[in-house]
């Protein structure tokens, strides 16, 4: 039941973040009403023949490149037959199960455009905001005590014509990575794509199948990860621990640099591949392109460098090489982002960085009633971290939760952008980037759900070498604080069958698996891992 004395809540949006931000309003017992402006939940994730004007865009062969445990939504684990990397059309599944479940649907209203949103008069005493929608042409205004915008920021095509000498003169098509969806429609073409990012080299790979040639074009190159981990385990799953963000935090970023670059070298050489960039494989985000390397070496895709010019009909890189009967251009080079929606001044740009204390508050609002639901970019999954930031903003809606003063919410922004670019090299969205396990747990610790290692290791040692050695899961925040979930420990305990059970769709008889048994020395280092913790733990005490 509603308390009809409950605050309102305006959620902007029912993809990844929306959906979530919905449900944690209703866990706190705040009254939702969430805008969507497609007729659809999902945002991004809702694959569309057309490209529709305002709204995020996908190809039809997307696959995500975070696994299903790594991604699920805390108390609502991702069933064991679904595949670990999901296909869009999965995740749309997936999204649909959880709005059924937590019966989110009827607090959404569809087709419902938000045009403004903006502090009411009386703002520094209520901090209230006016959200003006439109739907079907027609203009409706609300008041809510607070607003959790969850847009995404993959809307606005990036498309810097005005970087390429030329680009006027070229007579073949020209279009952005948001407008592709088949490859069949450049079949048998020739076509260049600029910018190796997620979106190059999947689009790359994809057209490779049934075009004449793909150039692919990269400025900087870039380290390329497979989805496919140690023992066939998802890569998130393998890396993403706390035991291994420990390791990070305590090993010289040259050695963790040189073992990520030899490790992914030997797989295929970056060099060889002309895919090999200037910076260190923590300098940037690695991609994830498991068929690119294939593509390559069949030919099928030809890597080049930064365009100098394009001429008519073709093209001329930097290094003097020129392509011509280029069909095609598809810049993939990313997506900008803006509000413009919100009231001018409430959210401040500078340089394509918003300044938000934790990537949600702006900082300097008389009230905290506004918040920005995942706009940033994780090296992992985006849902937990959307999931734990509207569980944190929720709170502070309710006034459980008080934030620091403007001065040291600045403070603390620069200090993660100075940290950013000493650790980056220059890049879009240095200012977005976060390392994924630090990142959610301080989200954690601020929402007070963070786990304590300690107490687990002496009350629940099984559950705590998961929660330690395991995949950095959302479900570790459920284990205690405000929203403790009972199923979490189980949820956790089973994460590994549910990983598995998706792949080994053939069972083998017993005798096979105990011929393929081998002692795996991993368990030892683990071993030595946990006493140092504890004897770490201790010594601090
Ligand atoms: P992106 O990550 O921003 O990459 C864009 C690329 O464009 C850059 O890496 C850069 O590549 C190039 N570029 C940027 N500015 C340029 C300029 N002025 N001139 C030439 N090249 C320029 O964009 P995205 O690949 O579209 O990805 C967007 C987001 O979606 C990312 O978070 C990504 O992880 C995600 N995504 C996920 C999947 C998946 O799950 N399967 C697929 C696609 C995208 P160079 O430095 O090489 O030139």
Redesign the pocket.
């Known amino acids: 039941m509603q308390d009809s004395m409950a605050k309102t809540v305006a959620v902007i949006g029912a993809g990844a973040s929306g959906l979530t931000a919905l449900k944690c309003c209703l866990d706190e017992g705040l009254q939702p009403r969430c805008f969507e402006r497609g007729d659809d939940i999902g945002g991004l994730w809702r694959f569309q023949e057309n490209d529709t004007d305002g709204q995020a865009s996908i190809y039809k062969s997307?696959?995500?490149?975070t696994s299903k445990e790594m991604m699920s939504y805390s108390d609502f684990p991702i069933p064991e037959d679904f595949p670990n990397y999901m296909h869009h059309s999965k995740v749309m599944e997936y999204f649909r199960m959880y709005a059924k479940h937590f019966d989110l649907l009827k607090y959404i209203r569809f087709k419902a455009t938000v045009c403004q949103v903006k502090k009411c008069p009386d703002f520094a005493i209520t901090g209230q905001w006016e959200v003006v929608t439109e739907m079907y042409g027609k203009q409706q205004s609300a008041i809510f005590d607070a607003v959790l915008v969850c847009t995404g920021h993959?809307i606005d095509p990036?498309l810097?014509l005005d970087?390429f000498p030329g680009i006027e003169k070229f007579k073949g098509k020209i279009i952005h990575?948001r407008e592709y969806k088949h490859p069949e429609k450049f079949r048998d073409q020739r076509l260049l794509v600029?910018?190796?990012?997620?979106?190059?080299a999947?689009i790359s790979v994809d057209l490779s199948h049934v075009t004449k040639q793909v150039f692919l074009s990269?400025?900087?190159?870039?380290w390329v990860v497979n989805r496919v981990s140690d023992d066939g385990y998802p890569l998130d799953v393998i890396h993403f621990t706390r035991f291994k963000n420990l390791l990070r935090h305590m090993l010289p970023t040259a050695l963790v640099n040189l073992w990520g670059e030899k490790k992914l070298n030997t797989r295929f050489n970056h060099e060889n591949y002309g895919i090999k960039p200037q910076h260190r494989f923590l300098s940037r985000y690695p991609i994830?392109a498991d068929d690119l390397p294939n593509a390559i070496i069949a030919g099928r895709v030809l890597m080049k460098p930064?365009v100098k010019e394009f001429t008519e009909r073709g093209v001329v890189f930097e290094d003097g090489s020129r392509e011509e009967n280029v069909d095609v251009v598809i810049f993939?080079?990313?997506?900008s982002y803006s509000f413009p929606f919100i009231e001018n001044g409430v959210i401040k740009t500078r340089n394509n960085h918003i300044p938000l204390y934790k990537f949600v508050f702006p900082p300097h609002l008389e009230k905290p009633t506004l918040a920005i639901i995942g706009l940033l970019?994780p090296l992992g999954a985006i849902m937990p971290v959307s999931e734990l930031q509207a569980r944190w903003a929720t709170r502070v809606f309710k006034g459980l939760i008080t934030l620091p003063s403007k001065d040291e919410m600045m403070a603390d922004i620069m200090k993660k952008m100075k940290y950013n670019e000493k650790r980056y090299v220059p890049?879009?969205?240095i200012s977005l980037q976060v390392q994924y396990v630090d990142h959610v747990d301080e989200l954690a610790f601020l929402a007070g759900v963070k786990p304590n290692l300690l107490r687990l290791f002496l009350t629940d040692p099984r559950l705590a070498w998961e929660v330690f050695f395991g995949p950095c899961s959302a479900m570790q925040f459920r284990l205690m604080g405000p929203g403790k979930w009972e199923g979490a420990r189980n949820a956790i305990l089973t994460q590994r069958e549910r990983i598995v059970k998706a792949t080994k769709t053939r069972a083998l008889p017993s005798y096979a698996d105990s011929a393929t048994a081998t002692w795996d020395p991993s368990l030892f280092i683990k071993v030595l891992g946990c006493l140092a913790v504890l004897a770490a733990i201790f010594a601090y005490l």
Do not use: C, E, K, W
């Open positions: 997307l696959t995500i490149n993959h990036y810097p970087s990575s600029i910018g190796l990012g997620n979106s190059g999947d990269t400025r900087t190159g870039t994830a930064n993939a080079t990313g997506y970019q890049s879009q969205h």
